[in-house]
């Protein structure tokens, strides 16, 4: 029943190992999100995709590296975690121009 | 880029209270959102405001659409326990990007 389900939840992992972060949703929508969330509670876009194409990519490290096999999945892949990349990543999705609906997110947290 | 400025930061109000708060822009917006987000858990979306001047309900809650597109406002109603949350509005605008204001932390006093 979930509408935004992303996995896992929980990440503990070593600074410079590589994660993946998986986002699927169910919804119909054709547009996804990455969205990272701070210690401060601050939302920022990190990505979008529309129809598997990339459509918004702001002043990310390209460390961060999304894909879109198709419209319901969208993944993000991270190389050599660093320190500041600790913080909860939310996956979202919505129709073109529409309100997003947003993942429980993934606690990431780097030792 | 386009700034939010959400106010307030925080409130602690007694349960049965109103609670107001509020989002200003330094640039126009197309779509008003308001979210709650809960700990532990995703934003979710409570109200969505596409036209200036719309005001629209949910329930306890109440929002509106600035004339001027550059602001809205969230109104809670005879709060109780379960509204506490942190409090986010966000806007469209014309780059096409949600840009989010950075929360209003709501605690209730049973």
Not at chain 1, 10 to 35: A, F, R
Not at chain 2, 14 to 21: A, H, I, R
Not at chain 2, 41 to 50: D, F, Q
Request: aromatic content about 10%.
């Amino acid at each position: 029943d979930t509408a935004v389900s992303q996995t896992p939840k929980y990440l503990v992992t070593q600074m410079g190992n590589d994660k993946s972060i998986k986002c699927e949703q169910n919804l119909g929508h054709d547009t996804m999100y990455w969205y990272k969330q701070d210690s401060k509670k601050f939302l920022k876009i990190m990505f979008s995709y529309n129809n598997k194409e990339l459509i918004i990519n702001e002043t990310v490290p390209n460390r961060f590296s999304p894909k879109s096999p198709d419209k319901a999945h969208l993944n993000l892949h991270i190389n050599s975690l660093e320190l500041g990349d600790s913080a909860v990543y939310f996956c979202a999705s919505s129709q073109t121009g529409g309100p997003q609906h947003f993942g429980d997110g993934t606690r990431l947290s780097i030792l | 880029g386009q700034q939010l400025n959400q106010s307030p930061q925080s409130m602690f109000i007694q349960e049965g209270e109103d609670v107001s708060m509020n989002c200003t822009s330094s640039s126009i917006f197309n779509t008003w959102l308001w979210y709650k987000q809960d700990p532990g858990e995703g934003p979710v979306l409570l109200i969505a405001l596409y036209k200036a001047g719309e005001l629209t309900s949910n329930g306890r809650l109440t929002a509106q659409f600035g004339i001027t597109r550059k602001d809205s406002f969230l109104n809670i109603s005879a709060s109780i326990p379960s509204d506490v949350g942190i409090y986010f509005c966000a806007g469209w605008g014309s780059n096409y990007k949600l840009t989010f204001g950075k929360g209003t932390l709501l605690t209730v006093n049973p």
